[in-house]
């Protein structure tokens, strides 16, 4: 089981989205990025309860939600463009 995981963050309109590298399916949002890096957290131990609770592998990368994210940035980057 992967004990560190690496956060990437994006400043948003309403603060910042962060999401673990590893593990896509931990995102979150906050009004700032303490909040954020704090709420990412909080959603990591969610997810792992989850996975503990229906006796999955943690670490493991669900193909769907890899794909489902990757959708939902470029949507995002649609609706929301850098200025």
């Given at each position: 089981?992967?004990?560190?995981?690496?956060?990437?963050?994006?400043?948003?309109?309403?603060?910042?989205?962060?999401?673990?590298?590893?593990?896509?399916?931990?995102?979150?949002e906050?009004?700032?990025l303490?909040?954020?890096?704090?709420?990412?957290?909080?959603?990591?131990?969610?997810?792992?309860?989850?996975?503990?609770?229906?006796?999955?592998?943690?670490?493991?990368?669900?193909?769907?939600?890899?794909?489902?994210?990757?959708?939902?940035?470029?949507?995002y980057?649609?609706?929301?463009p850098r200025e």
């Amino acid at each position: 089981m992967i004990s560190t995981y690496t956060a990437k963050y994006t400043k948003t309109r309403s603060g910042y989205m962060g999401w673990l590298v590893e593990w896509p399916e931990v995102i979150t949002e906050g009004k700032t990025l303490e909040e954020c890096r704090k709420m990412l957290q909080d959603a990591l131990n969610e997810m792992i309860l989850a996975y503990h609770q229906q006796n999955k592998e943690l670490g493991q990368l669900s193909r769907e939600a890899e794909a489902h994210l990757e959708k939902e940035f470029e949507n995002y980057g649609r609706l929301y463009p850098r200025e």
